[in-house]
């Protein structure tokens, strides 16, 4: 299923790559860590997130 890229990030190999949003400016995949914070960034304000322990 997953194609173990590495995120265009972090650089980390990864299991279930996410596409970053047009506005972020990044180009390939990335890894579920790195989608979360950029949406954090992107998307300021109160927002639960979970798995928030493994950043």
């Not at 972090?10 to 914070?37: A, Q, R, T, V």
Request: net charge neutral; charged share 35%.
């Amino acid at each position: 299923m997953g194609t173990k890229d590495k995120c265009a990030i972090c650089s980390e190999k990864i299991e279930l790559h996410y596409k970053s949003m047009d506005e972020w400016g990044i180009e390939g995949p990335i890894c579920g860590k790195c989608y979360s914070k950029k949406l954090s960034e992107h998307y300021p304000g109160e927002h639960v997130r979970v798995n928030k322990h493994l950043d």
